[in-house]
């Protein structure tokens, strides 16, 4: 078999065997294979697309490129939800819990955060004492003992999307919509669980800034997902601001715990019942409209905030910070922006605000930077609020004087503002799954 031959095929707009995409994948992981030419067939994918069935071969082929999860050694339905990223998204923190409460296991492996994305793994370890590496044996005592754990990605997850992904990152590769779903879902697959939710957030704090787009790789990475045997659906999200009122990473898990305490923002509220009752859904416990409820009463009842405090104390942390996050250490320093007139908030580049996050030293601008647990941003007014003089817009905290002063101005520059009131916009606005699209 030569590469020479599988470029000119897809460059022809053929369709490449699961032979040849074996070929293509393994061979340059281990290094058979040059930069030139695999970027050659990237850009013909680029340009010619792929077939659901070529994308679901790349994808299985990407995952068992390294480690597989086998979940088998935990009891009953393991259910799994991913987001695409933005600015804001504490999801997994406040679902999970709920999820597990209801009876459905969670055995979580997420990521850190890189740039203006927050990562559910750096979130987590804000809590003192909280372990997010473990010993696979203690992952899965602790999912068969709780029915909940989260934990960092071990091992060599999907070694092929790595190597793929820093070359598409220097060939003008990365906007492909099927090299994003099979980098997206190789993972998921390698993850291990039968029933996956997909939150594919669109905005100017997603990667996806148009919904057609970001419904098109939605529709991807379902095809993908059943294709894999995974029953999986999604929904897409509004990223155009941010989600909830925090973003950082003490002042995310706190309003998590709030939202599980029945106290928090609507948005995302909205957006944690509708994650939760999926996925209890697709795991066969009722009815959308039934685990709804059942998803309510696990908040209202507060067994999920219980789940979550014995997860964190089964991983080390101290529980005492869920049950009173009075407890978190707060922010040296901090900037009110206070409104100097009467206006609406117009519009928000929530990727400018999430790169305000990062100055603060809530993000990381490297993948070694020293992460400031207490720094981030509270949005007290969003989009289509309306604001009167003397009113607080939002609140920046962080441990560096220097970088709260600069970070001020720069969050400014997000927002545009105006005499005229603008609609806010839906929090939901699409959900997808094998069979259809709805928009909300």
Same mark, same amino acid.
């Given at each position: 078999?030569?590469?020479?031959?599988?470029?000119?095929?897809?460059?022809?707009?053929?369709?490449l065997t699961r032979e040849e995409t074996e070929?293509?994948?393994?061979?340059?992981?281990?290094?058979?294979?040059?930069?030139?030419?695999?970027?050659?067939?990237?850009?013909?994918?680029?340009?010619?697309?792929?077939?659901?069935? +070529?994308?679901?071969?790349?994808?299985?082929?990407?995952?068992? @490129?390294?480690?597989?999860?086998?979940?088998?050694?935990?009891?009953?339905?393991?259910?799994?939800?991913?987001?695409?990223? #933005?600015?804001?998204?504490?999801?997994?923190?406040?679902?999970?819990?709920?999820?597990?409460?209801?009876?459905?296991?969670?055995? %979580?492996? @997420?990521?850190?955060?890189?740039?203006?994305?927050?990562?559910? &793994?750096?979130?987590?370890?804000?809590?003192?004492?909280?372990?997010?590496?473990?010993?696979?044996? *203690?992952?899965?005592?602790?999912?068969?003992?709780?029915?909940?754990?989260?934990?960092?990605?071990?091992? *060599?997850?999907?070694?092929?999307?790595?190597?793929?992904?820093?070359?598409?990152?220097?060939?003008?590769?990365?906007?492909?919509?099927?090299?994003?779903?099979?980098?997206?879902?190789?993972?998921? /697959?390698a993850a291990g669980s039968d029933k996956i939710?997909?939150?594919?957030?669109?905005?100017?704090?997603?990667?996806? %800034?148009?919904?057609?787009?970001?419904?098109?790789?939605?529709?991807?990475?379902?095809?993908?997902?059943? #294709?894999? !045997?995974?029953?999986?659906?999604?929904?897409?999200?509004?990223?155009?601001?941010?989600?909830? &009122?925090?973003?950082?990473?003490?002042?995310?898990?706190? +309003?998590?715990?709030?939202?599980?305490? #029945?106290? !928090?923002?609507?948005?995302?509220?909205?957006?944690?019942?509708?994650?939760?009752? @999926?996925?209890?859904?697709?795991?066969?416990?009722?009815?959308?409209?039934?685990?709804?409820?059942?998803?309510?009463?696990?908040?209202?009842?507060?067994?999920?905030?219980?789940?979550?405090? *014995?997860?964190?104390?089964?991983?080390?942390?101290?529980?005492?910070?869920?049950?009173?996050? @009075?407890?978190?250490?707060?922010?040296?320093?901090?900037?009110?922006?206070?409104?100097?007139?009467?206006?609406?908030?117009?519009?928000?580049?929530? +990727?400018?605000? #999430? %790169?305000?996050?990062?100055? /603060?030293?809530?993000?990381? +601008?490297?993948?070694?930077?020293?992460?400031?647990?207490?720094?981030?941003?509270?949005?007290?007014?969003?989009?289509?609020?309306?604001?009167?003089?003397?009113?607080?817009?939002?609140?920046?905290?962080?441990?560096?004087?220097?970088?709260?002063?600069?970070?001020?101005?720069?969050?400014?520059?997000?927002?545009?503002?105006?005499?005229?009131?603008?609609?806010?916009?839906?929090? &939901?606005?699409?959900?997808?799954?094998?069979?259809?699209?709805?928009?909300?």
């Amino acid at each position: 078999m030569l590469m020479y031959n599988i470029i000119d095929k897809k460059k022809k707009g053929g369709e490449l065997t699961r032979e040849e995409t074996e070929y293509f994948v393994n061979g340059y992981v281990k290094g058979d294979i040059p930069d030139y030419q695999i970027s050659a067939l990237l850009m013909a994918i680029y340009y010619k697309g792929m077939s659901d069935t +070529e994308l679901l071969n790349l994808t299985d082929i990407m995952a068992e @490129s390294g480690d597989m999860a086998d979940l088998s050694g935990i009891d009953g339905i393991k259910a799994d939800k991913h987001s695409t990223g #933005g600015v804001g998204d504490k999801t997994t923190i406040a679902v999970a819990p709920v999820v597990a409460a209801c009876g459905v296991k969670v055995a %979580k492996m @997420s990521g850190r955060g890189l740039g203006f994305t927050g990562g559910t &793994i750096d979130k987590l370890e804000s809590i003192p004492g909280f372990k997010t590496s473990i010993p696979k044996k *203690e992952f899965f005592n602790i999912v068969n003992s709780i029915g909940l754990s989260v934990i960092g990605q071990s091992g *060599e997850i999907a070694p092929a999307d790595k190597k793929l992904y820093a070359l598409r990152d220097v060939t003008a590769t990365v906007d492909s919509i099927p090299l994003i779903a099979a980098s997206i879902m190789s993972k998921k /697959l390698a993850a291990g669980s039968d029933k996956i939710v997909l939150d594919v957030t669109t905005g100017t704090g997603a990667f996806m %800034k148009s919904i057609d787009d970001a419904v098109t790789l939605a529709k991807k990475m379902v095809a993908i997902g059943e #294709g894999a !045997g995974r029953e999986t659906v999604a929904y897409i999200t509004n990223m155009n601001v941010p989600l909830g &009122i925090a973003a950082g990473n003490n002042i995310e898990v706190i +309003e998590a715990i709030e939202t599980l305490k #029945g106290n !928090g923002p609507e948005d995302f509220t909205e957006i944690c019942r509708n994650f939760s009752a @999926s996925m209890l859904n697709l795991a066969g416990k009722g009815s959308m409209e039934e685990c709804i409820l059942m998803a309510d009463k696990a908040i209202e009842n507060h067994s999920a905030l219980d789940k979550l405090a *014995e997860m964190v104390k089964m991983q080390g942390g101290d529980e005492r910070y869920i049950y009173d996050t @009075s407890l978190f250490k707060k922010a040296p320093y901090s900037y009110e922006w206070i409104s100097e007139s009467d206006m609406y908030i117009t519009q928000m580049d929530t +990727e400018q605000c #999430g %790169k305000t996050s990062v100055l /603060l030293g809530a993000g990381r +601008e490297i993948k070694d930077s020293v992460i400031d647990f207490t720094a981030g941003i509270k949005f007290y007014k969003k989009t289509g609020d309306y604001v009167k003089k003397g009113d607080i817009i939002a609140v920046l905290y962080s441990s560096d004087k220097e970088k709260l002063n600069k970070a001020a101005g720069y969050l400014k520059q997000a927002y545009k503002t105006g005499r005229s009131k603008v609609e806010k916009q839906k929090t &939901i606005i699409a959900y997808v799954s094998k069979n259809n699209v709805i928009m909300y």
